[in-house]
């Protein structure tokens, strides 16, 4: 059975790789999927063959990521920038004066990410560590493990026992918007780049989160004692072959003109690539020639980096426009002359908030200095005051709301100011029907903004739970609609009754709660039922619910209107509590449980899913309402001593397999109820 496991381990890593790595899956995701079930239960069954870097591992759990630090054994510098290409020259006349060679040189990409360190012993992943302070950094190997491009088992042979890979870790623009979309789902201020995202996703305390996040990763240097080749790019390729995602842009250059051929061509290229990139690094290749140029206390002297200017424009606003979200928030956003910015032409950027318009002290008919950040959104950088029209007034935030005249107000701590008539104001209403039909909320299909807003103004709509009264003869006359678009709408519409709670929570637009939030909260409560009648104290046990989304829970189920509209929703035949036949049985329902220490076999994730899956429910706390305590090695005191004094009964996970299993004894741990899909129904 060992060979068995190592054989599925050894198929999932190489595809993995191919997927991940190589772009270049040779399988589908569904036989990967059945491929890595296969492994989850034969590692349940004989736990004693589960290593450390399975694939199985990645999933992330939440136990909390204290980051501990970690000195460096090889330091992390930083790299010399410049900006201009003359540089280049001085840099490449200084290496043939020192060393009186004509070396070659390797060029990269700069990835615009976060630095990481990550130590392989014995082929297996040991620890992951930021950057800090160049000397010691963050252990985050609980976050690193869960990003699919980092290899946790190495491949091929042939590496050194013990090394240090250095690469960068970033989100590709694809996941960077997803994020933001549910950032601002959630109404919570998005990232202002993917840089930012990056290095804030990469220290988080729950991995579970980062797995969610899909950060990505180019390794570009590499440390040990022992390596196998003496420069820089057959270390690079090698480490390809071992499994680590190396950039195909890497290219060895013997000539400046070369190198400048790279930079040129990257400049323009860059913004077709799927990631940001914010310049060119260019080291020397030999190794015993960056042993006789050495270091300097910040950087080594062996490579340099070139930056890219970021591209600006220079353009008139035209005029500013005050936009209301579905939450009520105002958004200041300028009409621009149309000019060309990196690949696109840009006639639109947002101004954030009022502080962004202080901040740059924006005056109306202003020339404006534009960039993308991180190469995506349009963002307005500074203005060119030495052409400001004489007399021209500073943009004063509005007070009232542009589209219903209600007084905005602003809440403390926030950045934005709101409109307070959630009820009424039209684009509020309009905003939360576009929300709810929404593909990753009740993917009702056919119906664009357009057709909502038409829907609406002809007052056919004033709410998402009036779309299920919508009649074909209503939709076949509108604009661009026929009889057969209009047949699909109803036919979208019905099916949307099927969509499952989770979603349905998603939908109703609750401030706060984005999609992940919604399925936390949903899979914890089981029914909205039980989400409206929780306390505060109640509605923070469950997983990643602070006190912001619990009151926010509260004040939305104190309003009378929604109140009324869900109870709409519910006559309509949406669903409103998690189906029962996700449970693998019930033998736990009514029981709570709260897990604490760690366990040989089992993350405490793993656990919290056999409890749930099971029909019980996983509290984060002992309270009176606890019924049990399983508890593993290190099993906080606090904890312990909580329970006994609550009378609450303290088990072993022995004990707690028995409970599922119905068994006399535990040792055949073949008989333990663990699905093979709880854990990626969980993650
Ligand atoms: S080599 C001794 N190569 O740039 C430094 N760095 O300012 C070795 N970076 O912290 C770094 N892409 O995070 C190297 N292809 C690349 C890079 C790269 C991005 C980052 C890295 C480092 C920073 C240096």
Redesign the pocket.
């Known amino acids: 059975m060992k060979n068995k496991i190592e054989e599925l381990i050894n198929l999932l890593n190489y595809h993995n790789y191919r997927y991940y790595v190589l772009n270049a899956p040779e399988i589908s995701d569904y036989e990967y999927d059945l491929l890595l079930k296969e492994l989850e239960e034969l590692e349940n069954k004989y736990p004693e063959f589960k290593s450390a870097n399975s694939p199985t591992t990645r999933v992330g759990s939440d136990i909390s990521n204290s980051f501990e630090q970690y000195p460096h054994r090889y330091p ?4 010399a ?1 410049t900006y201009s290409q003359d540089d280049i020259i001085d840099f490449d006349n200084r290496i043939i004066k020192e060393t009186g060679e004509e070396p070659e040189y390797v060029c ?8 990481i360190s990550i130590a392989y012993e014995n082929g297996g992943l040991l620890r992951a560590v930021t ?1 800090g302070d160049g000397t010691r950094g963050d252990i985050v190997t609980n976050n690193v493990r869960t990003i699919r491009s980092i290899p946790l088992g190495l491949q091929d042979g042939g590496y050194p026992e013990y090394f240090e890979i ?3 870790i970033y989100l590709p623009h694809s996941s960077f918007e997803k994020l933001n979309e549910e950032r601002e789902d959630a109404g919570e201020p998005a990232f202002a780049n993917p840089r930012n995202a990056a290095a804030g996703t990469l220290k988080l305390q729950n991995s579970s989160v980062v797995a969610q996040r899909k950060l990505d990763s ?1 390794m ?2 590499i440390y040990s004692d022992n390596l196998p080749y003496d420069n820089h790019y057959d270390n690079l390729m090698a480490a390809k072959k071992w499994g680590f995602k190396i ?1 195909d842009h890497i290219k060895k250059c013997g000539s400046l003109e070369e190198i400048f051929e790279y930079i040129n061509y990257w400049d323009k290229e860059r913004y077709k690539l799927s990631y940001d990139t914010d310049g060119v ?1 260019i ?1 020397v290749n030999r190794y015993s020639l960056r042993r006789q140029l050495g270091l300097t206390s910040k ?2 002297r062996w ?1 340099v ?1 070139y930056k890219f200017k970021a591209e600006q424009a220079l353009t008139k606003i035209d005029s500013i426009d005050f936009q209301v979200g579905r939450t009520g928030a105002i958004t200041p956003v300028a009409n621009l002359e149309p000019v060309h910015l990196a690949g696109t032409t840009v006639k639109r950027a947002s101004l954030h908030n009022a502080d962004q318009i202080a901040l740059l002290d924006i005056h109306y008919n202003d020339m404006v200095y534009v960039e993308k950040s991180g190469e995506i959104i349009p963002k307005i950088v500074g203005v060119n005051t030495s052409m400001r029209e004489a007399g021209s007034a500073y943009v004063k935030f509005i007070t009232h709301c542009p589209e219903c005249g209600t007084v905005l107000v602003k809440i403390d701590g926030e950045a934005r100011h709101y409109c307070p008539n959630v009820a009424h104001c039209p684009p509020q209403i309009v905003g939360r029907i576009i929300h709810f039909i929404g593909r990753r909320a009740m993917n009702i299909d056919g119906l664009g903004e357009e057709t909502v807003q038409l829907l609406f103004e002809n007052g056919l709509i004033a709410d998402p739970a009036d779309l299920y009264a919508l009649k074909h003869e209503q939709l076949s006359v509108l604009p661009r609609l026929g009889d057969k678009s209009a047949d699909n709408i109803i036919k979208s519409i019905e099916r949307s009754k099927e969509v499952p709670f989770q979603r349905v929570l998603f939908a109703l637009g609750i401030k706060f709660i984005g999609e992940t939030t919604a399925k936390n909260i949903a899979l914890y409560f089981k029914s909205m039922d039980k989400i409206m009648s929780a306390s505060h104290e109640e509605l923070i046990e469950a997983e990643e619910v602070g006190e912001k989304i619990a009151d926010s829970l509260i004040a939305f189920f104190k309003d009378d209107n929604n109140l009324n509209f869900i109870s709409r929703l519910k006559k309509i035949g949406l669903r409103f509590e998690v189906e029962e036949e996700n449970l693998l049985s019930d033998k736990l329902q009514g029981l709570s449980f709260v897990i604490s220490g760690s366990f040989d076999n089992y993350s405490r994730d793993e656990l919290k899913g056999i409890v749930e899956i099971n029909g019980g429910k996983y509290l984060s706390a002992v309270s009176a309402k606890t019924d049990y305590l399983i508890a593993g090695y290190k099993t906080g005191e606090t904890k312990l001593s909580k329970a006994k004094k609550l009378g609450t009964k303290i088990i072993s996970l022995e004990e707690f397999m028995r409970m599922i299993n119905n068994q006399s004894n535990c040792d055949d741990s073949d008989e333990i109820i663990v699905s093979s899909t709880t854990q990626s129904t969980l993650f």
Request: glycine residues 8%; aromatic residues 12%; charged residues 30%.
């Open positions: 992390m510098l930083s790299l920038n990269e990409l700069k990835f615009d990410g976060t630095a950057r250095r690469g960068e180019f570009y240097d950039s690094v080291k950087s080594p490579a980096a």
